[in-house]
C-alpha cells in the first residue's frame, strides 16, 4: 500500500512540458453529439374521466366469472309453426347449435383393426412377393417371358443440339393499307363473278349474239354493285367475324364466364333454408329498347341458345315485333335477328327439329322460322285462305301426333279457339281442336255470356303422360281441363283465381299437379283430380309467370310487377321462399325460363332486357338419398370395384311431391 501510494504523489508531482500537454489534449475523445444518446421514452399515464373511483376493499375483492360454451348471440326462443298440432311451438335446443367449426381436415390414418387397413397390408404384401418372385426369375435365368420392348432397337434419345435442322428463313416485306385490302377482295370478286358468268353460258346456250352481250353488260353491271358487300356478306367472313366476336367476348368478361361455370355461394351451408342468385349478364339488343319481353324459350339441343320474343302488351301502342336469338357465348350481340310485321306475343322450339321456331303475334297469325337458314323470312305463314286467328295468339306449342307424319303445333288466343297447325309441303294446314264457352259461376255473368259466348285464352299445357289432355287458362280466372277427343266440353273446371291467368303448367315429374299463376297476386297448386287448390301463395304483386324447375319436383320459380324473383322449395318450406331478389329497377317481369342444363335463369323484363341469373346450391337441392355403404375387399387383396346403382332421379322428385301432397290440406277454405 505504501509503494503505490508513494507512485501516486510522484505522478501528481510530474509538471507537464508544453508539448506534452498539446499531445494529451490531442487524444482526448471528441464531444458524443445529443443525437446518438439513447433516451428512455417518456411515459405518461394518463387517468380515464370515466374510471370508477374504488376504494382500498373493492379493489381487493374478488370477482368471478363463469364461462360456459353457449353462443351469446343464438336466440333461446325461437318458436316454429307444427302443422301436425296446428299451433306455435318452443323449438327445443340441438346438439350443435353452439357449435363452431374454425379448422377440420380429414385425416389420413387407418385404424389397425380396420378392413381398410388389412386390405392395404394385404397388397402391400402381394406386390413385394410378386417383385421378390420377379426378381428371383431373372436371377436365375428362367423367365420364359421377356418385355417386348427388348426385342426392337430403340431408337438413339437426341438432345436440343443433336439431330435438328435448322428451319428455312426468307424475308419478307409488304405494305399494307385499307385501299389495298379492298382492292384485294374486288379481284377475287371479279374472278368469282366471271366463273359463274361462264358457267351460266355453258349451261343456257343462247343462239342470238345480241341477247349474250346484254346478259354480259348486265352480269357486269351487277358485279359493280356488289363490289363494296363482298368483302361482309359472304359467308366465310361472316363465320369468321362471329368466332372473333365470341373470343373478344369471352376475354373480356373472363371473371364473369368464370364465375358462370365454377362460382358457388360457399354461405349456403351456414343457412339453411336461404338461398341467392348471382346476376351474370344482361342481354340487350338497340332496336328492342323500347319493346317487351313477351316470350322466352331455350333451345332444346343447344343449351346455350335462347329465343326472345319482343312485343308490346299495350294494345294502344303496337308496332312491329322482333325475334332474336342469343346465346351465352355471344352475351353482346344476338346470333340470329327475325323482323315480324306485327308483335310477337309467343314462340316455341321444335324438341325433335330444334332449327324450327314458331311464333304468334298480337294480329292473330302464326309462323314458323328456320333458325338454320340464312333467310329472314318464315317458311311458313298463316293466311286468311288457310285460316287464322282474329284476336293475339298467347301461346304456341310443338306437340307430336303419334298417327300424324306431319309436325304440327298448337295455338291459343284471346277469341276463344284452339287451333291445331300441321305443315304439309307447301302450306299450313289449320284444324280447331275446341272452342272455349264461358261458364258463368255467379248470375251476373250469365249476361256476359249471354253476349261473348266464348271465354278469352291466355295460355295452355300438355300433360307429359296423357298427350290427350291439356290446361287452359283462361282471361276470366278459370282453368279448365280439356281433351283433344272431347271438343264439346271440358272435362273439368278449376275456379280459385279472380283475374286472368297468366300461366299454367305441368309439374315436370308428377303427371297430377300442375301450377298456376293470375293477376290477383297468387300462385296456387293444383291437383287435376280435384276442384280446389292444394296451396295458395301471395306474392304481393300481380304475377307474370310462373314455372317448375326441370331437376326438382318441388322447385319453382315465379316473377312478378315490382321487378323481384320469387324462388320457393315445398320441400323445404310450403309459406316462404327461399329466395326473394330484386332484379330489375323501375321496371316488371314478365317471363322466366330454367335452362335444362345448367342451373341457369333468365328473366325478361318490360323495357326489352333479359337478365340471366345462376342459382346457388340451397336453390338447386335435390334431396337424393346418401348411401353409407362402404366397398368390400376381396381374398385377393384387392378393392372391388364400386358398383354404382343407377338412381332413378324422376321416381324420388315423385316420392317428394306425394309425401309433399299427403302433408298439405286437403279441405277448401271458405
Known sequence: MRTLRKKKTLSSSIKLTPRKRKIKKEKKAPPVEDDDIYKEPLKRIIKPSNQLELTADELKADITRVLTGDDPNRPKNIVKFSHKDQCFKLDPPGLADHMAVHYVRDGCSLHIDSKEYKG??????????????????????????ANRSTQTLNNQLKTIYVGTEPPPVAQYSANVSQSQIYDHYVSELMMANMGHVENGLEQNHID???????????????????????????????????IVERLVNQNSQDEMYQDFKYWEDASDQYRRGEGSLLPLWRFVYERTRRKQVTSLCWNPRNSDLFAVG???????????????????????????????????????????????????????????YDVASSSTKPIYSSTISTGQHKDPVWQVHWEKEELGENLNFYSISSDGNVFNWSMSKNELKMEPVIQLKFIPLAKNDSEEMAITGLASGCCFDF????????????????????????????????????????????????????????????????????GYPLLSLDLGNAVGDVIWSPYSSTIFSAVTSDGKVHVYDLYENKQDPLCVQKVVKRARLTKARFNNDEFILIVGDDKGGVNSLKLSPNLRDLHLPVSDEKPEINHSGEQEEEVIHAVDVGQIQREKMQKLRALMDTKPKR
Open 208 to 242: 342470238n349474239n345480241e341477247e349474250e352481250d346484254e346478259e354480259e353488260d348486265d352480269d357486269g353491271s351487277s358485279c359493280s354493285e356488289n363490289d363494296e358487300d363482298f368483302g361482309i356478306r359472304s359467308d366465310d367472313m361472316v363465320k369468321a367475324l362471329k
Open 310 to 368: 319482343y312485343g308490346s302488351y299495350n294494345f294502344l301502342q303496337q308496332e312491329s315485333g322482333l325475334v332474336c336469338c342469343f346465346s351465352l357465348k355471344n352475351t353482346s350481340y344476338p346470333e340470329y335477328i327475325f323482323p315480324t310485321e306485327s308483335g310477337v306475343l309467343s314462340l316455341d322450339f321444335n324438341s325433335e327439329h330444334p332449327s324450327l321456331l314458331a311464333i304468334g303475334c298480337y294480329d292473330g297469325n302464326v309462323h314458323v
Open 120 to 145: 392395404q397390408k394385404q397388397r402391400e404384401n402381394l406386390k413385394k412377393e410378386a417383385e421378390e418372385k420377379q426378381r428371383k426369375a431373372l436371377d436365375e435365368g428362367t423367365s420364359s417371358s
Open 463 to 530: 300433360n307429359r303422360k296423357h298427350d290427350h289432355l291439356f290446361l287452359v287458362g283462361t282471361e276470366e280466372g278459370n282453368i279448365y281441363k280439356c281433351s283433344k277427343s272431347y271438343s264439346g266440353q271440358y272435362l273439368q273446371t278449376y275456379s280459385g283465381h279472380h283475374m286472368a291467368v297468366y300461366a299454367v303448367q305441368w309439374n315436370s315429374f308428377d303427371d297430377d299437379i300442375f301450377i298456376s299463376c293470375s293477376a290477383d297476386w297468387t300462385v296456387k297448386l293444383w291437383d287435376h283430380t280435384i
